[in-house]
Every structure is written in structure tokens, then in C-alpha cells.
């Protein structure tokens, strides 16, 4: 007998607090191993040099909110690929300068949580626990944070290391919509942050394993920029089943 709360639950939108210390790190990255990771339905939005974007945003939170429940403290780590969607602009109030929304495909989503783990998969996104995740700290002249993805075996993960960092302290507002489909479902996650700039266009360098989520399928070095941010944003996840 099939339980209606259960299916019931499997239709509620997960919504998500989030207030975290952030690094986001862009880097171009080869246009057909983007491709490969991202399904024919969404084109790839490629810089104008003909590269492939690929975001690794890093995240420190002392507390996350889901549904109104608190699932404790938690770091993540997203990998995105940039795609093309429809322009939309949402300016925030008093003036506060704000950027168009971003589109992108999510790869990866680590996590040290495993309630968020939990969460996450059960709304069809690509989640995995992983076992050590170091998040950097912000105000020396090199900044640098680890994860290894797998509990059993030989270690695989990777390291990200940001260096010369700038200091400017203002406000800006960020709207991401991401995409992720799976076997049984497409998900669309909408994230709205308002954000304490603190550190903009720094040298970010990504090492990571041949066999871990980034080397496997981008390389084991990645050179972009990075940004520090302190950010308070909604994540409203909603999964449209195919069947």
C-alpha cells in the first residue's frame, strides 16, 4: 500500500537557508569535456574565446535551514557548468548593484552533512557525503581548502588555492538557476543571494585526482579567478518527475 505522505513529500518544493562564508572560483575549461557532462538539451554558454565555463563554488555554513528545520552545520561544495537561459534582471532595493540571472548544469554537490545528503539526493540532485572537507580562510595573501570524496580506498579529491587576494568590501545581489536531470526526474534549483563582496578577481588555481569528480572529467589543473563572499541566500529545489 503506498504511503500518501511519503509521495506527498516527494512533490514538496525543498527550500533552503543559507547563510556562508563563500569562495567562488571561475575557470575555462575544453568546450567538449564541458559538453560531455551536460545533456543536448541545454547549450553550453561559452566565454568569447571559445572556452567552456566552469564554476567550483565553495561554501562554509554555520547552520543550515530546510523547510523551516535546522540541519545543523554543514561545508559544500557545487561543481557548474554555464548554460544559456532567458534573460532576466531583478534589481535589488535602495540601489544595491545587482547582476542578470546565471544559468547553469549542476555536476556535483559535496557535502559534510549527511542529513543535507540526504535531502539533496532525495530530491534528485547529484549528492555525495564525502569524508574530509577544509574550507579556507579569508585574509592572508593565499587561501586554500581541500575535500576527499571517498571514505574507503585510495584517497581521491581535490585542492583549490587562491592567491594575491583583494579587498573591497561591497554589497551585490546574485540569482543562479540550476539545472540537474537524472534517471526519473529533472530538478531546478533557484538561488537568490544577497552578498557581502569581500575579496574579487584573484589567481585561483584547482589540483584535483585523475579519478576524483573534477580530474575525471575536466583535468587535474584548472587556473580561473576567485571571489570571497559573505552571503544570505534562498535555494527553492523543485523536481518535475517523468513519469
Known sequence: VRNPAFFSDLK?????????????????????????????????????NGAALFALIVKNCPDVIANGKSLGASNANKGWVSVKGPFEYNPAPNGIPTNPTAYWYSTFFHVDNWKLDLKLKFKGLPSSYVKEMNFGEFGGATQSGNVIENWFGDAKGYTWTSFNTNHMAFPLKVTHVLYHNNK??????RVECMTMMKGFENNAMIQADANSAI?????????????????????????????
Do not use: H
Open 184 to 189: 526519473y526526474s529533472n530538478v531546478t534549483t
Open 215 to 243: 580530474g575525471s572529467a575536466l583535468g587535474t589543473q584548472l587556473m580561473g579567478l576567485a571571489y570571497s563572499l559573505d552571503v544570505n541566500c534562498t535555494a527553492n529545489i523543485k523536481q518535475d518527475f517523468n513519469y
Open 12 to 48: 514538496e518544493d525543498l527550500n533552503l537557508e543559507l547563510n556562508c562564508d563563500e569562495w567562488a572560483i571561475y575557470a575555462p575549461v575544453d568546450p567538449t569535456l564541458a559538453r560531455a557532462l551536460v545533456p543536448e538539451e541545454y547549450e553550453l554558454q561559452l566565454l568569447p
